[in-house]
């Protein structure tokens, strides 16, 4: 499910909008992540808290909403423009990559929190598929 | 079965009974049927789905949008067993609508971002673990009786 130039517009559209509120927006979904998913917090064990909000999670959820804004300039070429963050997370962090969609579902879930009239029915199109695209991009030096 | 905390139980009673049904139903399907584009491939009769302005303002989704959300209203009432209240609606799922159970999931996210925008910093993470978790038993309970 390729993006087209449409959806990278919308992306880029929305992400200029949200990236005053970038931050909270990676502390939130990395907070809920944690929370819902608790499987998730397998990765972190070596967190001293991994309560919504705690320091450990609002310092990396800047990290991640970072890596995400990364993506967005580097929509043209998302597997060339990630590829340290590939090797980052198939060599070393060895993350399953079921994780990505579950991370990318409460990113939406956020956005729609904290931005529900910027959060139309194409932006959630647009950065669902985007946020796909991402997760492929990231897993692509996987095996 | 279940268990459903005190919290989990008031939350998913709170959310429904505060709910406008009509504005959720229409804007959860027409979501949908938006962001995951195959899901059209059940309402062949709805006329026109041709871009996301004609899906939001069609008639039958929105009248459509309301039935799902009130077949919601069974769980809601049933929480200690929806599974055995939702045994007619998985046969009628399967056998008759022939639904693939993904979409319950779809529908589900497509709920979840419309009840998120709806509540704001209400709908915080402990609300949305109660929400979720309810609406994984529901789509548990409707793929029950496939086979």
């Known amino acids: 499910m390729s993006l087209s130039a449409n959806d990278k517009a919308t992306v880029k559209a929305l992400w200029a909008k949200i990236s005053p509120k970038a931050e ?18 397998t990765y972190f064990s070596h967190w001293s808290d991994l309560t919504p909000g705690s320091a ?3 310092k990396h959820g800047k990290k991640v909403i970072g890596g995400i804004g990364l993506a967005v300039e580097k929509i043209d070429d998302l597997f060339a423009g990630l590829l340290t963050l590939s090797e980052l997370h198939a060599f070393q962090l060895r993350v399953d990559p079921a994780n990505f969609r579950i991370l990318s579902h409460n ?6 929190m904290l931005f529900p009239d ?7 199109l647009a950065m669902d598929k985007f946020l796909a695209r991402v997760a492929l991009a990231l897993s692509d030096k996987y095996r | 079965m279940v268990e459903w905390t005190e919290f989990e139980r008031t939350t998913i009673q709170d959310i429904f009974s505060k709910m406008n049904y009509d504005v959720v ?18 309402f062949g009769n709805f006329g026109n789905l041709y871009n996301a302005a004609a899906i939001m303002g069609n008639p039958m989704v929105a009248a459509h949008g309301r039935v799902v959300l009130h077949g919601l209203d069974k769980a809601v009432k049933n929480m200690d067993n929806i599974k055995a209240a939702y045994a007619e609606l998985s046969v009628l799922h399967s056998e008759k609508l022939h ?18 925008a709806q509540l704001g910093a209400a709908f915080t993470p402990e609300v949305q673990a109660a929400f979720q978790k309810f609406l994984a038993v529901v789509i548990s309970s409707l793929q029950r009786q496939y086979h």
Do not use: H
Not at chain 1, 107 to 112: D, F, G, N, R, T
Not at chain 2, 99 to 116: E, K, S, Y
């Open chain 1, 24 to 41: 909270d927006v990676g502390n939130e979904a990395l907070s809920r992540m944690l929370y819902v998913y608790p499987q998730t917090k």
């Open chain 1, 56 to 58: 450990p999670v609002r």
């Open chain 1, 107 to 112: 990113i939406l879930v956020v956005l729609a």
């Open chain 1, 118 to 124: 910027d959060f139309t029915p194409e932006a959630n």
């Open chain 2, 25 to 42: 139903g229409q804007q959860s399907l027409a979501r949908c049927l938006i962001v995951y584009p195959w899901t059209q491939r059940y």
């Open chain 2, 99 to 116: 639904v693939d159970p993904d979409n319950f999931r779809l529908l589900g996210d497509c709920l979840t971002v419309v009840v998120a």
